[in-house]
């Protein structure tokens, strides 16, 4: 008789003797139904070791483990209760010891209120929307759930990923690799990062050796879902989208689409987010179960900034901006100060300007290479002065200790500024004509290498001033007196010549109009 149908008889005999054990303590003739069963059980998996092999009894005990691991993860139906202590310590009975010796090795003792209203229902494997301002702990409010269950499901490298976090830039996404790292500090588990500008080959080979958490920015994670055949996702347990409003705003809404759709569904979800949009609510309503748990931290205040900042502003003329930014940025020298440009150009531009008259900057936009991202980043962190002129790439989540100014020299990239416009008349009419002069201004300057209008933007350049679409902007070429006649193209005779005298091409104008990307 072979194995299979020897287990299979077993089981149909033990399910008999259950049966008959419920009828009878339904008409009252048994007591002790439980200890009755639990004697079957006992011998049942004594005569089971009698006839398993040595081989299918390890994976019969290695299927306990999991089974045992799993019992309080996604799926199951467990209580929380959310802890008014803020004390790490109250989390003794819930997290391992080698968590808390990272977190105690960082230096935290208490939990700020973000992480002491989500870690417990997140350890119990509930799904969870968190909405909490910069600096409010949200990255140790997902991370030490995330590793715990990679911990307890005694995750190896040739099981592949359980966990994946997700970040709009690549900046966060070091940030929180950094805090990652330094929580897995006595952990054996694997983990990596995913980015744009490294190395893909590198990353996939990584990715073959077993990858167990991984931080990635959501295009380069798209790009390894769908292209490298050794990316072992399906044992996913737990996925952490991280400022989702900013993720969204930068236009990876599509992708982060695609990344849930392809991940397996039953999964734990997290997803953190400053603001509550629209479009959030709509991924919120794609990735996550019907009933989520929600923590807001600032939900009853007005503003959502960090307690002790003061905001102001300065009204000046156009031609006088960068006079005041260099007067400001030079009396300040000795402070550690970020300026914030609405393009990669304008932060290039100014960059060369102002180390060229001797006032040391750093700069970083989308437009570097990976490489020297990174490292202007973590000499700015590290330093105690300097100046750093950077795009929205720096402009949210990123822990950059002790900077005493932040100044916003182009016009906020917001979608309030848009909407205003739109709606005032005078407003749409004073930006239409400022954008025209700013891209004439461009246009004209003389150095053509650096300036040139074939290759900018007007996009972004438009969206700077508040406009959805760019407004047409037309220039005149050809009426300069002074510009050399173009190469003749073959033909003979000077009709070429004889065109330059006419008015009527003198005047000729090019429109520029381009539509949003």
């Known amino acids: 008789m072979s194995e299979k149908v020897l287990m299979r008889k077993i089981k149909k005999r033990e399910k008999t003797k259950l049966t008959k054990l419920q009828q009878r303590k339904e008409q009252g003739d048994v007591i002790g139904l439980e ?3 639990e004697k ?8 089971m070791e009698e006839i398993v092999p040595p081989k299918k009894k390890k994976k019969l005990a290695e299927q306990s483990e999991v089974e045992e691991a799993t019992e309080n993860l996604p799926g199951t139906a467990v209580g929380f209760q959310i802890t008014n202590d803020t004390n790490f310590s109250v989390l003794n009975e819930k997290v391992c010891e080698n968590t808390l010796k990272g977190i105690e090795d960082m230096g935290f003792t208490k939990m700020t209120e973000i992480q002491a209203k989500a870690i417990p229902p997140l350890l119990e494997g509930r799904d969870l929307v968190g909405a909490a301002k910069t600096g409010s702990g949200k990255t140790l409010a997902f991370l030490i759930p995330a590793v715990e269950l990679i911990y307890k499901l005694k995750f190896m490298p040739r099981n592949g990923t359980g966990c994946i976090i997700m970040s709009p830039t690549r900046e966060l996404s070091m940030q929180t690799f950094g805090v990652l790292k330094e929580l897995m500090k006595y952990h054996h588990h694997t983990y990596g990062l995913l980015m744009g500008g490294a190395s893909r ?3 996939a080979q990584k990715l073959g050796k077993g990858i167990n958490i991984i931080v990635a920015t959501p295009g380069r994670l798209l790009d390894h879902l769908q292209n490298t055949p050794d990316f072992l996702y399906k044992n996913l347990q737990c996925l952490v989208i991280d400022e989702a409003d900013r993720i969204l705003d930068i236009g990876y809404e599509e992708e982060l689409k695609q990344i849930i759709n392809i991940l397996p569904k039953r999964r734990q979800t997290m997803l953190f987010s400053a603001t509550q949009t629209p479009k959030v609510a709509t991924i919120t309503t794609l990735a996550l179960k019907k009933e989520p748990i929600y923590v807001g931290v600032d939900d009853n205040k007005e503003m959502a900034t960090v307690d002790g900042l003061q905001q102001g502003y300065v009204a000046c003329p156009s031609e006088k901006r960068f ?7 030079k009396k300040n020298r000795k402070k550690k100060i970020m300026v914030f440009f609405s393009s990669c150009m304008s ?7 102002l180390n060229y008259i001797d006032l040391p900057v750093m700069s970083i936009h989308g437009k570097q290479k990976q490489t020297r991202r990174t490292t202007t980043f973590y000499q700015f962190c590290n330093a105690s002065t300097g100046i750093l002129l950077c795009t929205d790439v720096a402009a949210r989540g990123l822990d950059i200790p002790d900077v005493d100014w932040i100044v916003q020299y182009d016009p906020p990239d917001d979608p309030k500024l848009e909407k205003l416009i739109s709606k005032n008349y005078f407003l749409h009419q004073s930006a239409k004509e400022a954008f025209k002069n700013y891209v004439r201004a ?3 300057h003389h150095l053509k290498q650096v300036f040139d209008i074939e290759t900018l933007d007007l996009a972004k350049v438009a969206k700077s ?5 760019p407004p047409a902007v037309d220039l005149k070429i050809g009426s300069s007196k002074t510009s050399r006649p173009r190469k003749r193209l073959g033909g003979g005779g000077y009709g070429h010549y004889k065109n330059m005298n006419n008015p009527k091409l003198s005047k000729s104008t090019k429109t520029f109009r381009q539509f949003s990307r």
Do not use: M, P, R, W
């Open 35 to 37: 200890d009755t069963t």
């Open 40 to 47: 079957i059980n006992d011998a049942n998996q004594q005569h």
């Open 201 to 203: 080959q590198t990353e």
């Open 323 to 329: 006079l005041l930014l260099f007067t400001f940025l």
């Open 347 to 353: 932060v290039k531009y100014h960059h060369e300007l």
């Open 442 to 444: 461009y246009d004209s």
């Open 465 to 469: 001033f508040g406009f959805i679409v």
